[in-house]
């Protein structure tokens, strides 16, 4: 039979306790989730400050639907590109305080299609095109330009790096040192990328340490620095004094981060993504990105509506909330001695280090009223799977004792020695 494997491998998935199954559910408000006629507290959302439910978004997106209809039509080099998509890039200038911004349909064509437009498509060099092809026969020549990033970069940035001619290579997570070492290897127009908060262990990218260890290379190419991008999909609307990510910090020097990717499926509620930069690197993308020429424009009354998510953040009344229930969680957290990962964000992980286990503890939790998901290799690296906890500025602090009271349970009853023996882990 044609494509066999389709089979066999679900079936391997699934005896691994690796099969990853979609849950419909029939409400999603205040930080709760009604499955199946259940209803649960919701610990795995990424609206981190609620705003996918907010009076003044909502608004906003019922005022763009009235205004320009519920689709764009077209590519926005086409007629996609509306005042409001104008606007709010001028927005993220702004509060990000780089010259321009683009904006993408998703996070995951936004990360490829930096790699794309800084290396080239590789594939694009087989088939001969016209698009990119500068950028990709200077890199394929003497495989000059590298990509270099954090061990747990998000998937989307190693599949779109994977794609051009540089060479990636990765640091072991966070670990600056060795970061300092392959920098001096690298040749020129290299990339460094890194994330603001990390999606799966909630801790914040050294941005500060790269952008001392660019700064002190002493390498002969002094006048062809490589470029520092970061990641901000969960830390934009979350990190920073005025909440607009890792440039808010005091920490970091702006100027030293030359690219900003950040994402509005998160914390800013709606969908979509945008990459930040200069105005020769958002204008080449313009004319040369295929994620962004060959897609149709996410809606003008979305851009509308982040737009009044934009404002909220800048207001900042639901990060309070936010920064409240994360300290109350740590605080209940300690006493009761759970073994959590070093995090202050929003994203909480518990290791329980075996697919199988977590799942079951994760079950458990629902049974309990609490929907916490399991998340399990390869999304996480090998016996580090885990239970993924994300606090939101909704949950009350009833919510969040209800957790850790559950959490208690189900590790005290699950993580003793005999249970672990009688479940086989791989
Ligand atoms: C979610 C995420 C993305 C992808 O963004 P989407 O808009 O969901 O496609 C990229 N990078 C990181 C770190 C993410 O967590």
């Not at 606090?391 to 699950?414: W, Y």
């Amino acid at each position: 039979m044609s494509f066999e494997f389709l089979a066999s491998t679900l079936r391997e998935r699934k005896q691994a306790g690796l099969l990853r199954q979609r849950t419909p559910f029939i409400s999603n408000k205040d930080g709760v989730v009604e499955i199946d006629g259940q209803h649960y507290l919701n610990f795995a959302s990424n609206d981190y400050l609620g705003l996918s439910q907010h009076e003044q978004v909502l608004q906003a997106y019922v005022e763009g639907l009235a205004v320009y209809g519920s689709g764009s039509g077209s590519s926005p080099v086409v007629t996609g590109y509306s005042g409001e998509h104008k606007a709010l890039e001028d927005d993220l200038c702004e509060v990000l305080n780089k010259p321009a911004a683009l904006l993408f349909s998703s996070g995951f064509a936004a990360n490829q299609a930096i790699c794309h437009a800084l290396f080239g498509d590789l594939n694009a060099r087989h088939r001969n095109s016209t698009v990119n092809v500068n950028a990709v026969k200077a890199a394929a020549q003497d495989h000059s330009s590298h990509i270099l990033c954090d061990k747990y970069m998000h998937a989307s940035f190693i599949q779109g790096a994977l794609e051009t001619s540089a060479k990636l290579r990765r640091y072991p997570h966070n670990n600056m040192t060795q970061a300092s070492k392959m920098i001096r290897d690298l040749t020129e127009d290299s990339l460094i990328a890194t994330e603001g908060l990390f999606s799966m262990d909630g801790d914040a990218g050294d941005i500060a340490g790269l952008a001392q260890a660019i700064k002190t290379d002493t390498r002969k190419h002094k006048n062809n620095r490589p470029w520092l991008m970061i990641d901000e999909a969960h830390a934009f609307g979350v990190v920073g004094k005025n909440g607009f990510g890792s440039l808010d910090l005091d920490s970091v020097n702006a100027d030293q981060v030359n690219i900003v990717m950040g994402t509005f499926g998160k914390a800013l509620g709606t969908s979509g993504a945008f990459v930040a930069g200069s105005k020769a690197l958002i204008e080449y993308m313009v004319n040369t990105s295929k994620h962004y020429v060959y897609s149709t424009a996410n809606s003008a009354a979305q851009a509308r509506a982040t737009r009044a998510s934009i404002a909220l953040v800048a207001q900042g009344e639901q990060r309070v909330h936010l920064h409240q229930n994360i300290e109350l969680f740590l605080a209940l957290a300690k006493e009761r001695g759970l073994p959590l990962m070093p995090s202050t964000s929003p994203i909480q992980p518990l290791i329980i280090g075996c697919p199988k286990l977590a799942l079951i503890c994760s079950q458990k939790l629902a049974e309990l009223g609490l929907w916490v998901p399991a998340i399990r290799t390869p999304t996480v690296p090998k016996n580090t799977d885990r239970l993924r906890i994300i606090i939101n500025a909704m949950h009350t602090p009833k919510d969040i004792q209800a957790l850790v009271d559950g959490l208690s349970l189900v590790l005290a009853e699950f993580l003793s020695n005999t249970t672990t023996r009688l479940i086989r882990c791989s």
